[in-house]
């Protein structure tokens, strides 16, 4: 625990917000609320007193607050009969796979695992509702093109499917939540659901009614922006734009082939392949929240059964899509395990290596990466991680991590610039520089220690 509670504005200025929204939850609706800043991330905002005020409940119940619990110790309250291992923590059992039949796979982004599980947990009488993301109606009135809604059947939990790069934020939901008596299931990216699961600890009503988490495995958080810049590459006006689909499924390619689609207002389609995009490859860092350089939870350790994509091969080929599912929850393994005896599940066995190779650069990112940004970090509220800060050996690593920190601070600041003067060109001159660079030194194996040296990155 600090010497002194945080405040919400202690953490926004230390670039430790995440946006979850479990602060504003707590708090009178009538004097704080979550809002886009001028980067397109969703922030805590309201009363100054409320802002400035410090909470030891806050402290406690913030994801990134170095007074609340960590992973380890979450999980290991909340599944014991789960056994710790070293990079994924605790599980009880891990697959690799799909679902088959009923549509789930088709419709989902990857091998439609999420979507069934919610159905699965409804279909039980297990759940009243499912908290969930899914796309608004009107989004140019609405302000966002997606929120997260409570699903009470299970025709509206398959409307869920699909991924959603996009800020969202959880008050509104929990707030129903706590407003509604019945039982609940809630999906989140790992931050989200450490989130939940520390609400959980202080307040009775959450630990009663949230009875199920899903994590998403989670590369990082993206900004508004992120849809904006889409528009702006295709030509199209982002004020005109009634859709989003970040992940087109084409059966006939890789899954690890992303085509984003824009629906225009006029029913038009657009569509253009990330690798089109000046900020198309993901860990360079594009619009990414400076609170993802201080997460080190890639799978959802907290959540009783997490899903991620299955990025080696040759899973990472089949344009249907497959699913890598980490399991904690007894309760939640014995359906799965009765689902896929019943063939209704085709999933196959694996282990924690098999898990970490799916997600090999997250850990990278999380692991060794975390450890090197700390060694950075001299002002505001400093983070406590399960990785100590260090330095890593190689001097390639080190450019990476320091030229993937620069693109996602840096395309911030260029992308306002360009939309605030209405020249996309300075966006896009830039971004195919810095990520240029990148590449350079990411997939190089030359010394690059002269280089290193010189760019003061030692």
């Not at 992303?258 to 392949?273: E, F």
Request: hydrophobic content about 35%.
């Amino acid at each position: 625990m600090p010497d002194k509670p945080l405040s919400p504005l202690r953490i926004i200025r230390s670039g430790l917000c995440s946006g979850c929204g479990s602060c504003v939850a707590q708090a009178d609706p009538a004097t704080a609320r979550m809002d886009l800043d001028a980067y397109g991330q969703l922030q805590p905002t309201g009363d100054a007193e409320w802002l400035r005020r410090p909470s030891e409940s806050f402290t406690r119940t913030c994801p990134f607050s170095p007074g609340a619990a960590n992973e380890n110790e979450i999980a290991a309250e909340a599944y014991p009969e789960a056994e710790p291992h070293p990079t994924i923590g605790r599980f009880v059992s891990a697959y690799v796979g799909y679902v088959d039949g009923e549509g789930f796979r088709d419709r989902g982004s990857s091998g439609g695992m999420v979507s069934w599980v919610l159905d699965e947990l409804m279909a039980r009488g297990l759940i009243d509702g499912a908290a969930h993301v899914v796309p608004v109606e009107d989004p140019q009135s609405d302000g966002r093109y997606f929120r997260y809604r409570l699903s009470r059947t299970q025709a509206e939990v398959r409307e869920g499917a699909k991924s959603r790069y996009y800020p969202v934020e959880a008050s509104e939901i929990l707030r129903t939540i706590r407003e509604t008596p019945g039982r609940y299931a809630i999906v989140g990216v790992p931050c989200f659901i450490k989130a939940i699961q520390l609400l959980r600890r202080e307040d009775p009503v959450f630990r009663e009614r949230i009875a199920y988490t899903l994590g998403l495995f989670c590369g990082h958080m993206k900004s508004a922006r992120f849809v904006e810049s889409f528009a702006m590459q295709m030509g199209v006006p982002a004020g005109e734009v009634s859709a989003v689909e970040f992940r087109v499924k084409d059966v006939t390619r890789p899954a690890s082939t992303y085509t984003a689609q824009l629906t225009l207002r006029d029913g038009t389609v657009h569509r253009k392949d990330w690798w089109n995009l000046v900020d198309g490859d993901w860990g360079s860092g594009f619009f990414q929240y400076e609170a993802c350089n201080y997460c080190d939870d890639v799978i959802g350790e907290t959540s009783d059964i997490s899903f991620g994509d299955a990025w080696v091969e040759p899973y990472s080929s089949d344009g249907r899509g497959t699913n890598v599912v980490v399991i904690r929850s007894p309760e939640v393994a014995a359906f799965v395990r009765e689902a896929i005896e019943a063939d209704r599940l085709c999933l196959e066995p694996v282990d924690e290596e098999f898990v970490v190779a799916t997600q090999a650069a997250g850990f990278r990112q999380r692991r060794e990466g975390l450890a090197y940004r700390l060694t950075w970090r001299k002002r505001g509220v400093r983070p406590i991680k399960r990785v100590d800060p260090a330095v890593p050996d190689s001097p390639r690593r080190r450019l990476i991590y320091r030229t993937r920190a620069f693109i996602s601070r840096g395309s911030h600041r260029m992308f306002a610039l360009a939309r605030r003067t209405g020249r996309p060109a300075i966006y896009t001159r830039w971004g195919k520089a810095a990520v240029a660079f990148y590449h350079g030194f990411a997939y190089s194996r030359g010394k690059l220690g002269e280089w290193t040296e010189k760019l003061g990155l030692k």
